[in-house]
């Protein structure tokens, strides 16, 4: 089981707080979503909780240990990150960037191995990558781009994966695809996923369990309701529900 | 075209190089005297070859292997196409270092590619840290502090040479040194500087992948389990070691560090460890042929080697700036 918790963290960057003493305790098994408004403090949490960013206040812990105290590279083997859909300034061809997620297995040496050649086989298969693995990655599509980047965090073989806004830039089988995928690690698999994610509806489409930031703050954490959502973002938001479907709905403007 | 050809035409390639820089010279040498003084024959053509061209071409090679491999890491750690060890300024910090060495008639044969390293290492943790003040590296804060810091140590270096008799004094060897001149006194200089180099290279081979982990940034390369802070000292260590060592052997060339990976990652991708060894090669036959150049196009003068890859690079470094405006922008 893994557990990833954040007790009371704050960041202050000058005077500001980002985030203002954030509880969260989050399990293997959970598709989380954080949504919030722009600047609430989504991918500053999400640094912490990667261990990339240390909190000014509070600490991360993994599995009852503090993150801090894991080495860079066990850490990484435990928790994976899928970036933003960045800007590639080299050719690296989608097997190439697939494998990077191998980085915190590999020795000193830094040679991979036949079964570390395996496992990159096994993500591009299981993200459908395969027939694009000589690709480079600046030739394909985005979504492509987004799946090559979700295969190199199954290539880490975590047991936690975090995702920085997966579905922007995406059209809406991309986005179905990308998250359907990330539910099932946790569903399935048994994963903790947290994916930050703008679009109500995905979260709730997504979503175990969505917390909302505000301001640094966690202003609710389960389920979301009309009352928080319209408190959060402003008025003009409903909930409207048909038994399987949460949508989130914006009255006429 | 598969890896393993590109390596195996580009060792011919760099033998052919070596071959034409023993045969061609300011004196005519029928090749087969270049091959008997090669297997050891008497007489003056024999100590043209063995005690001036030889070491010469080996350490155009070596020089030329050198920068360019800098010239990778540095482009990949910054994600910068336009980096290298001449434009961000290490290599004016090495040579800042060793004409103060210099300037102060240190003997020890050590003692210069030892300073060139420190040089190159304070310069290059200067840089890094002056481009990454704005809280990320920029491909623009990169070129100008590097820009910045190499016409400051290009104006103290110019103080140095007007105020030190000592240097004055060789002041026509030191100025053609530092206008990217090979020029290889003896055996122990070569022996040096290609164990230094040697190092290197194992070096950045070992922090392949590492290098790579930073394709989509820091916190990329922090979640993959590099801790950003240390392995870019070591990248910027190694290559400190090899512009050290280049810089001690030939003084300031531009561009070839610039050139050569650029060229490579049409042959070869971006992986870091399928293109070190492929620049190296392709960088060592490049300086071979360019100082090759240098001897030749104004026979029997000779020109600093810099001057041909100025010539050649300067253009070619503006054209790859021009096409990518938007990365600046980013």
């Not at chain 1, 999400?46 to 240390?54: A, E, I, P």
């Not at chain 2, 010279?25 to 063995?50: M, Q």
């Amino acid at each position: 089981m893994t557990t990833l918790c954040a007790r009371g963290i704050s960041v202050r960057y000058g005077t500001r707080d980002v985030l203002d003493d954030v509880t969260l305790s989050l399990d293997a098994g959970e598709a989380v979503a954080i949504v919030g408004p722009n600047g609430a403090g989504k991918s500053t949490l999400l640094r912490c909780l990667s261990g990339v960013l240390t909190p000014t206040r509070g600490g991360v812990t993994l599995d009852g240990r503090a993150l801090s105290g894991y080495r860079p590279g066990a850490a990484a083997r435990v928790i994976a990150v899928v970036p933003q859909v960045a800007d590639v300034f080299f050719p690296f061809t989608v097997r190439e960037v697939v494998a990077l997620g191998r980085t915190p297995w590999l020795g000193t040496l830094g040679r991979a191995s036949p079964a570390d050649d395996r496992i990159v086989d096994d993500a591009l298969a299981r993200c459908d990558l395969l027939p694009l693995e000589d690709q480079r990655l600046d030739r394909v599509s985005g979504g492509e781009r987004q799946r090559a980047l979700l295969a190199m965090a199954v290539a880490q073989r975590p047991r936690a994966l975090l995702l920085d806004e997966p579905t922007t830039h995406l059209d809406p089988a991309h986005q179905r695809a990308t998250l359907s995928f990330a539910r099932d690690s946790a569903l399935r698999q048994g994963l903790l996923v947290v994916a930050i994610l703008h679009d109500l509806n995905l979260a709730a489409a997504f979503a175990t369990r969505t917390v909302i930031l505000s301001r640094g703050r966690v202003v609710s954490d389960g389920r979301m309701t009309e009352e928080t959502l319209r408190s959060v973002f402003g008025g003009g938001l409903r909930v409207i529900e048909d038994g399987v479907r949460r949508v989130i709905a914006h009255d006429p403007l | 075209m598969r890896y393993a050809t590109v390596l195996l035409s580009l060792v011919g390639a760099l033998l052919l190089a070596l071959l034409a820089g023993l045969l061609v010279g300011a004196v005519a040498i029928a090749p087969g005297d270049v091959l008997s003084a090669l297997s050891g024959a008497s007489g003056s053509d024999s100590t043209i070859v063995r005690d001036l061209r030889l070491p010469r071409v080996i350490g155009a090679a070596l020089v030329g292997g050198a920068l360019a491999v800098a010239g990778v890491l540095l482009q990949s750690l910054l994600r910068n196409p336009l980096a290298d060890p001449y434009v961000t300024g290490s290599s004016a910090g090495a040579s800042l270092a060793a004409v103060l060495v210099i300037a102060t008639g240190a003997v020890s044969p050590l003692a210069l590619p030892l300073a060139a390293f420190a040089g190159a290492l304070a310069a290059s943790l200067l840089v890094w840290q002056l481009a990454r003040a704005g809280g990320r590296t920029t491909v623009l804060s990169v070129l100008l502090a590097g820009v910045v810091l190499s016409s400051f140590c290009g104006a103290l270096v110019t103080f140095l040479l007007v105020w030190s008799d000592r240097l004055a004094l060789r002041l026509r060897a030191v100025l053609g040194w530092l206008l990217g001149g090979i020029s290889v006194l003896d055996l122990g200089e070569l022996v040096v500087a290609g164990s230094v180099i040697a190092i290197g290279v194992a070096l950045a081979l070992m922090l392949a992948p590492r290098v790579d982990a930073f394709a989509f940034g820091e916190d990329s390369a922090a979640a993959l389990g590099v801790d950003p802070e240390r392995a870019t000292v070591a990248i910027l260590l190694t290559c400190s070691l090899l512009t050290g060592a280049a810089v001690a052997l030939s003084g300031l060339i531009g561009f070839v560090g610039l050139l050569v990976p650029h060229a490579a990652r049409f042959a070869a991708g971006a992986s870091a460890a399928r293109l070190i060894p492929l620049c190296f090669l392709a960088g060592a036959t490049v300086l071979v042929l360019a100082d090759l150049g240098a001897r030749t196009v104004v026979a029997p003068s000779e020109l600093p080697v810099g001057v041909i890859t100025g010539l050649i690079g300067g253009p070619f470094f503006l054209s790859l700036l021009m096409r990518s405006r938007g990365i600046a922008r980013a």
